[in-house]
C-alpha cells in the first residue's frame, strides 16, 4: 500500500539526518541571523580544515596534483563543513560522506601508486545539484513521488567529473518542479542564505548557491533554465556561469519537462572565482563531452579566444554595453548602484562602456513563459500529484494547473518566433559594432531586480530569462552589498506595469541591508572563453577577484 | 476574387518559359534518355563556355580572382547550360539570367577598380533551391498558393553567399511538401535525371540534382531533412554534403513545417569534388554566419581537423566502419556491389575496413517518420489546400491528411527518446573504439537502398534518415553505375518485412542498367572537415574525384 505523502517525507527527513555523523552536529543553532561566520567560530573545523575550505579550487587541484594535500582531508574538510551547512541552512537532498571519503582514499591510493594525479580534478570533491544522477543515490529533486528512486545509472557530467578525479558527497536542494529562483519544497522545507536567513539563498540551484556561499563546497554544479545558476550565484556573492546550450554535457540528468527542447536547460558552475569556473569548465571539456553526450559541440576549450580579450585588456580596453532596465521592471536602488558601479568603474580603468538598449526584452519574457507552460503544466502536476503533496506556492503564477496545453502548430509558431528573435538580436548587435567601429565585446545588465531578495518574493525572472530565450553565454560577477545608508528607496515611484509596482514596493532598505549585489556580464551564444575573460576583469577592479 | 489554382500554374509556365531567351531555345527535343552529352553536341555553348562548364569551382573562382575569368562570361555560360538544362529536364522554378548577368557585370566591375576580388566566391554562379529568399523573386517552393509572393528579404544564406562574391541566377524545382526523395509538383510537374529520363533526378533538392549534374550550375545549394541533399548527390552521381545542424545558416529560408526544431533541416552543398565542397563551406565560414543566424556554431573552418585525417593517410591508414544493409530494407545489387568497392579498394589502399552493426535503425526510422507527421501533417495541407491543387500521390506514405496531431507531452516523450537513442549510438562508436584501439573515423553506408530511381518507386528512406535523426555529418561519394551484366537480381529473396519485399520487386537490371551509384560516409556530429577528407580520399581511390 502507497504509504501517505507526510511519511514519505517523515522517512526522508530521518534517513538524511542519520547521515550526520553525531561528532559533527551542532547541540544549539546559532541565533543570529547570519551564520557565514559561524566555521569559523564554532570550533568543528581545525585550522587547517579552514584553511582548506577557504582555499580556492584551483589551488586546490595545484595542492592534490603535487601530493601537498591528500584528497582525503580535503573532502574531510568539505563535509565537515557541508554538515554544517545543512544544519544551519537545510540545503542538503542526499548527503553521503562515507562514500566520498572512501572515493577519496581510493584516489589518493591511485596518486600513491602512479604518482601523478589521475585527471584535473584529482581529489576535489565537487557538491552538485540534486538533478545530477549519482550512481547508489536518491534523486528526488524535490518531489515526494521520487523518494525512493536510487541511481543505477549516472549522469554523464558526474561519469565525467569522476574521470577528471572530482569526488562527490552531497546533492543539494532544489525548489519543487525546479522552475522557481527561491528554494523550497516539502521534502525539507526551505533553504536560506548564509548571510541572513531572512533572504533567499535563490533558486532553482538554490543548495548549491547556500552551500558554496558558505564554503561547504568550492565548486557546485547547477543548472539554469531561466535564471538557476545565476540567480543562486548573486545572492551568495558568488560567480556563476550559465553556459550557452551545446557546451556542457546534460544526458542522462533528472529534470522537470523531460524532453522539453524549445529553451534548453543547460548545467553549469557556482564558484568564488572566475579561475574556479575557467577550471571546472577546462575540465570537463578535456574528458571530450561531444563523445558521450549528442547535444554537446565538439568545442575544446579554446584558449585564443580568451587571449583576444586578454589582449584588448593590455591594448586599447574593452567595448561593453551596458542597462540598467529591461523596460519592464526597474531594479532596486542597490542593483541600480550595482551596474553603476561597474560601469563607473570600468570607464575609470580605460574600458568603453556605452548604452545598450534591451530589444523587445517584454516579447521574450512573454515567449520564455509560454515555454514553460507549453504543456499545460501537466508534467510537473504529474509528479506533484503522484504523491498527493500540496504545490508549493511560489509556482503558481509561472506554472498554474489545468491551463491549456500548446498545440504542434503553436508550439512551431513559438519556436519560428524565437528563431527570429534572436536574429533580431545579432543584427542590432552586428548594427552597433557597425556604429562602433569595433567589437561589442559583451553587455552589462542587472541578473535579478533585487538584491538577495526576501522569502516569498520573487515575482521577476525576466533579467535572466531572456538571456536563456537568446541563449547567451552569461557570467555573474559579485559587486557589493545593500547598503541602507545609500540605497534609499524612490519616492512616488510610478510604476512601468502592476508587476513592476509590486517589485518596487517590495523594497525595504533595512531589510536588505548588507544583501549581496550583482551583475551578469552577456556575451554571444558559446562565447565562454571570451565572457569568464571579461567577468574576470570586472571581478578584479571591483576588488572581488575571489570573494569570501 | 482568387483565381483558379490551374491558371496560377498556367500562368507561372507562361513566365517561366518567357525568361529563356529566343537564343537559347531549344527547338527540336532531343529523343533520347539521356541528355548528359546535349551540352556538347547540341551547339549552343562556345568551346570557352564548355571550357568553363566542364570545369571546377575551385578552378574558376581562383581565375575569377586573378581576372583571367570575367564573372560575366561565367555567368553566361551557367545562364546558358541552365536553360538548357530547364529545357531537357524542367529543373528551374525561377530563372533570372538578367539580373545575374547584371550582378556579374557589377563584380567584374568592382575587380577592375581594386584590382582584388570581393571574396572568396568572387563571380561564381551558385544555384540555388527553390527554399532560398532573393530579393526580387518569388520563392513558390512548389506549392501553387505561394505563387506571386515575391521576397523582399533575403536568407541569411543568401546575403552572405552574396557578400563572398557569387552570382544567383536560377531556383531550382522541389516535390510538393519538400518530403519527398523524387522532385515533382503541380507547377511545373516532375524533374527528370540527365541520364536517363526515366529515372528520379532525386528530392528534394532534385531540381539542384538535375541542374548541377547536367552543369548547368557548379555548385548548388539544397537542404537535408531525410536525405533530400544527398539523394539527389547520389542519383546524379555527385558529392553532396549534410552538415550537421548548426554549421551552415538556415536563418529567413522558405520551409514547409516552419519551426519544428526536433529534427533540423540543414543547407549544404552540392558539387562534383570534394574541394568544391569545401570552397563552398570555408567560404560561407569566412563570412562568421553566426553573428547572423542564433543557430550556427561559432565553428570556424577546422584545417587542424583535416590535417589529422590528412596525417592518417600518410601513416597508418583511416579505421573505418561499413555496413551495407540497415536491418530494414537490403539494398539493390549495385548498391551492394558499390558498398563492397569502396570497401575492397580502401582496403587494397591500406585502410582498416570493418563491419559495423547499424544500431536499432528500424527505432530510428519510426522515430523520425513520427517528427515529420507530428502536427498531424497540418502545415503542408494547409499550403496544398489554400490554392485547391492536388497533393502528389508521391506523398502518401509519409504524410497523411487528418491523422493525430502529437500532443505536447509525446511530443517531448520523442525527443527524449531521440536524445538517449542518440547518446546511445554514441556509446557504440566509443565500444568500437575500444575494441579497435584507435579512433573510428567514419562509417561508409548506402544512402538509398537503389541506384537512381525510377519515378514513383521511391519508398525508403531510412538509409539517409536515419542520420538526420542522429544529426551526424554525412557526405555522398558517387561509386560507380549499375551494370545488367553484373547486378544480377535475387533469385527467391526472402523480404525482411513488406516493404523490403516491394523494394528488391523493384529491381530490374535492364531498366537501371547504368544508373548512378553513391555511398554516404558517415561522421559524428560537426565532424565536417574531417568527414570531407575521409570522402575526398574515398573518391580519390575510386577514380572519382571529379565527376564528369
Redesign the interface.
Known amino acids: 500500500m502507497p504509504e501517505k505523502w507526510e511519511e514519505l517525507i517523515a522517512d526522508k527527513r530521518a534517513r538524511l539526518a542519520k547521515t550526520i555523523p553525531a561528532e559533527w552536529k551542532i547541540q544549539t543553532l546559532p541565533a543570529e541571523d547570519s551564520v557565514i561566520d559561524y566555521p569559523a567560530k564554532s570550533g568543528f573545523l581545525s585550522a587547517k580544515e579552514l584553511e582548506i575550505t577557504n582555499s580556492t579550487a584551483t589551488d586546490l587541484v595545484a595542492k592534490l596534483a603535487t601530493g601537498e594535500l591528500k584528497s582525503y582531508d580535503v573532502t574531510l574538510a568539505f563535509c565537515k563543513r557541508a554538515a554544517l551547512a545543512h544544519q544551519l541552512l537545510n540545503c542538503a537532498l542526499e548527503f553521503f560522506p562515507d562514500a566520498a571519503l572512501a572515493q577519496a582514499k581510493e584516489l589518493d591510493e591511485y596518486f600513491e601508486k602512479n604518482k601523478k594525479p589521475i585527471g584535473p580534478l584529482h581529489g576535489l570533491p565537487i557538491s552538485l545539484k540534486d538533478q545530477f544522477r549519482v550512481k547508489g543515490f536518491e534523486t528526488s529533486m524535490g518531489y515526494v513521488s521520487w523518494l525512493g528512486k536510487y541511481d543505477t545509472d549516472e549522469s ?1 557530467m558526474v561519469t565525467l567529473l569522476r574521470k577528471a578525479g572530482a569526488v562527490f558527497y552531497v546533492k543539494t536542494s532544489v525548489p519543487q518542479t525546479l522552475m522557481v529562483c527561491e528554494t523550497v519544497n516539502n521534502i525539507i522545507g526551505r533553504t536560506v542564505n548564509p548571510r541572513n536567513k531572512n533572504w533567499s539563498c535563490g533558486g532553482s540551484s538554490g543548495g548549491e548557491g547556500a552551500n558554496v556561499g558558505f564554503r561547504g563546497g568550492i565548486i557546485g554544479v547547477g543548472t539554469d533554465i531561466g535564471g538557476s545558476i545565476r540567480v543562486p550565484s548573486a545572492f551568495n556573492f558568488l560567480y556563476g556561469l550559465r553556459p550557452s546550450h ?1 557546451r556542457m554535457p546534460y ?2 540528468m533528472a529534470n522537470s ?6 529553451v534548453h536547460s543547460v548545467c553549469g558552475p557556482i564558484t568564488h572565482s572566475v579561475p574556479d569556473l575557467k577550471l571546472f569548465v577546462t575540465s570537463v571539456l578535456s574528458e571530450e563531452p ?6 554537446v ?3 575544446p576549450w579554446r584558449q585564443n579566444e580568451e587571449d583576444i580579450i586578454k589582449s584588448k585588456l593590455s591594448s586599447g580596453g574593452l567595448t561593453l554595453g551596458f542597462y540598467n532596465c529591461d523596460g519592464n521592471v526597474l531594479p532596486h536602488p542597490p542593483i541600480l548602484r550595482g551596474v553603476e558601479t561597474v560601469v563607473s568603474t570600468l570607464k575609470k580603468n580605460g574600458h568603453n562602456v556605452v548604452p545598450w538598449t534591451p530589444y523587445k526584452h517584454d516579447f521574450a519574457v512573454d515567449l520564455i513563459n509560454g515555454i514553460y507552460a ?3 503544466c ?2 510537473v502536476y504529474r509528479d506533484i500529484n503522484a504523491s498527493g503533496e500540496p504545490a508549493i506556492p511560489n509556482i503558481k503564477d509561472l506554472l498554474q494547473p489545468n491551463i491549456k ?5 503553436e ?7 524565437k ?2 528573435y ?2 533580431e ?3 542590432k ?2 548594427e552597433m559594432e557597425e556604429q562602433l567601429g569595433k567589437e561589442l565585446d559583451a553587455i552589462i545588465a542587472p541578473i535579478t531586480p533585487t538584491a538577495a531578495i526576501r522569502h516569498n518574493q520573487f515575482r521577476y525572472y525576466g533579467y535572466a530569462s531572456a538571456i536563456n530565450l ?2 547567451f553565454t552569461s557570467v555573474v560577477v559579485p559587486v557589493t552589498f545593500a547598503d541602507k545608508a545609500v540605497d534609499a528607496k524612490k519616492e512616488n515611484y510610478k510604476p512601468l506595469n502592476e508587476l513592476d509596482g509590486l517589485v518596487q514596493a517590495e523594497y525595504d532598505p533595512e531589510a536588505y541591508h548588507g544583501a549581496p549585489v550583482a551583475v551578469q556580464i552577456i556575451g ?4 565562454e572563453e571570451r565572457t569568464m575573460a571579461i567577468a574576470e576583469e570586472v571581478g578584479k577592479l571591483l576588488g572581488n577577484a575571489v570573494t569570501p
Open positions: 554523464i551545446g544526458a542522462k519537462m523531460e524532453g522539453q527542447e524549445t561531444w563523445k558521450y553526450d549528442s547535444k559541440i565538439p568545442l507549453s504543456d499545460g501537466t508534467d496545453k500548446a498545440d504542434m502548430n508550439l512551431w509558431d513559438v519556436q519560428l518566433k528563431w527570429n534572436q536574429v538580436y545579432l543584427a548587435w552586428r537568446l541563449d554571444r551564444r558559446l562565447s
